[in-house]
Each structure stands twice: as C-alpha cells, then as structure tokens.
C-alpha cells in the first residue's frame, strides 16, 4: 500500500515553467514505478510520463517529449514532473501513479493514484 501525494500546481502563464512534485508514503517506494497522467476539463485522462524503479529509463507522451521531463528520489520517496514551454492546452489536472509494470503506468495507470493537483496556463 501506498499514498502519494501532489504538490506544485498552480497558475502559470503560457510559456512559463512549473514543477510538480509526488511524495509517497508507505514502504518500497523503490520498487514501485511511477508516471503522471493528466485530466483536461471535458477529456478523458491521458498518459504524461512514466519512471522506471531505479529512474534510469523514462517515457513520455510523444505530444510532451522536450517539454516535460519526469525524475525521482528514491531516498526521499519523490517524483517530480519538470514541465517547461507551458501551453493553455496543457492546464490540467495532474496525477501522479503507482504500479508495478512500465506496461501499465505508460497505459491505464497504477495501482495507487493520489488526488491531484490543479495546473492552469494562461494565454
């Protein structure tokens, strides 16, 4: 079992920068990978990023790769979402997510999904 946590969202203007961040509580954080999705008013959520266990491989929507990059602490229980270039198609919801396969968190998810935190671009 695992809770996760967001933090970070907020409201930024296009073209501007924000990090979010994903603390989990609870045992073997190391063992669990980890991803973001996003839910845009009206759309279905849709898969942003994914980590490995030991951060050393990622994956990324194709629309978002150069924009927004996922890394993780391990030591400190953390996954953090580095997004840059904002545009207003990316206000969102985020949502950070645990699992077991890299399969699962690049598709449908996790096992464990925290409660999200809200980002808004601005034009």
């Known amino acids: 079992q695992v809770h996760l946590e967001e933090s970070g969202g907020g409201l930024v203007q296009a073209g501007g920068s924000l990090r979010l961040s994903c603390t989990a509580s609870?045992?073997?954080?190391?063992?669990?990978?980890m991803g973001w999705f996003r839910q845009a008013p009206g759309k279905e959520r849709e898969f942003v990023a994914g980590?490995?266990?030991?951060?050393?491989?990622?994956y990324y929507a194709d629309s978002l790769k150069g924009r927004f990059t996922i890394s993780r602490d391990n030591a400190e229980s953390t996954v953090d979402l580095q997004m840059s270039s904002l545009k207003t198609g990316d206000t969102a919801v985020y949502y950070c997510?645990?699992?077991?396969?890299?399969?699962?968190?690049?598709?449908?998810?996790?096992?464990?999904w925290g409660q999200g935190t809200r980002v808004t671009v601005s034009s």
């Open positions: 609870g045992r073997f954080f190391s063992s669990y990978v």
């Open positions: 980590i490995s266990w030991t951060g050393r491989n990622t």
């Open positions: 997510t645990a699992g077991s396969t890299i399969a699962r968190i690049t598709s449908s998810g996790g096992d464990y």
